[in-house]
T-cell receptor, first 113, second 111 residues
Framework: GAGVSQTPSNKVTEKGKYVELRCDPI?????LYWYRQSLGQGPEFLIYFQGTGAADDSGLPNDRFFAVRPEGSVSTLKIQRTERGDSAVYLC???????????FGDGTRLSIL | SQQGEEDPQALSIQEGENATMNCSYKTSINNLQWYRQNSGRGLVHLILIRSNEREKHSGRLRVTLDTSKKSSSLLITASRAADTASYFCAPKETSGSRLTFGEGTQLTVNP
């Protein structure tokens, strides 16, 4: 597709459950980023992939959060034992190289009940 | 952290007027980027200005960068109702590839 695609667009689940959020970046983009955005705030950096490897995962809040990009394209953000505080919009972005403008998806709105 | 801080937090103007938003940051940067976000959507890249540039134009947008004052401004001329959105600046540190966003400026353009 032409842009960054994120699925699902909305996810509602109960506290304690496991969730996976998917990101399809723009074809050919080697850099991929995950952000989390709470209402009224700017995006908060979580993790950056260059190719298949996580070049910077210092934004992941704790070990319940994990992300993979096994083939250097699609990425999955995984959250274990979800908590109500995890509720937010999770945004994915990609760029051709690490120093280029980022192209964002519309995000996944995650609600933990 | 290298967070951009936007000012004002909110701005309301009439269609046709100009809108100016400011951004301050703390340390050395490689470039500074401006993004806009419509409600419920992802961010859209507007313009990138490098640390060795002082001014850049793109259509109705004009961005300035003053590295000595660690500040940038975004000017939108002849605003339209469709410009209503949140605007974020994102300084890019000299090392690493992460962008760090502030809380943004919520711009409302009244028809």
């Amino acid at each position: 597709g032409a842009g960054v695609s994120q699925t699902p667009s909305n996810k509602v689940t109960e506290k304690g459950k496991y969730v996976e959020l998917r990101c399809d970046p723009i074809s050919g983009h080697t850099a991929l980023y995950w952000y989390r955005q709470s209402l009224g705030q700017g995006p908060e950096f979580l993790i950056y992939f260059q190719g298949t490897g996580a070049a910077d995962d210092s934004g992941l809040p704790n070990d319940r959060f994990f992300a993979v990009r096994p083939e250097g394209s699609v990425s999955t953000l995984k959250i274990q034992r979800t908590e109500r505080g995890d509720s937010a919009v999770y945004l994915c972005a990609s760029s051709l190289l690490g120093d280029q403008p980022q192209h964002f998806g519309d995000g996944t709105r995650l609600s933990i009940l | 952290s290298q967070q951009g801080e936007e000012d004002p937090q909110a701005l309301s103007i009439q269609e046709g007027e100009n809108a100016t938003m400011n951004c301050s940051y703390k340390t050395s940067i490689n470039n500074l980027q401006w993004y806009r976000q419509n409600s419920g959507r992802g961010l859209v890249h507007l313009i990138l200005i490098r640390s060795n540039e002082r001014e850049k134009h793109s259509g109705r947008l004009r961005v300035t960068l003053d590295t000595s004052k660690k500040s940038s401004s975004l000017l939108i001329t002849a605003s339209r109702a469709a410009d209503t959105a949140s605007y974020f600046c994102a300084p890019k540190e000299t090392s690493g590839s992460r962008l760090t966003f502030g809380e943004g400026t919520q711009l409302t353009v009244n028809p």
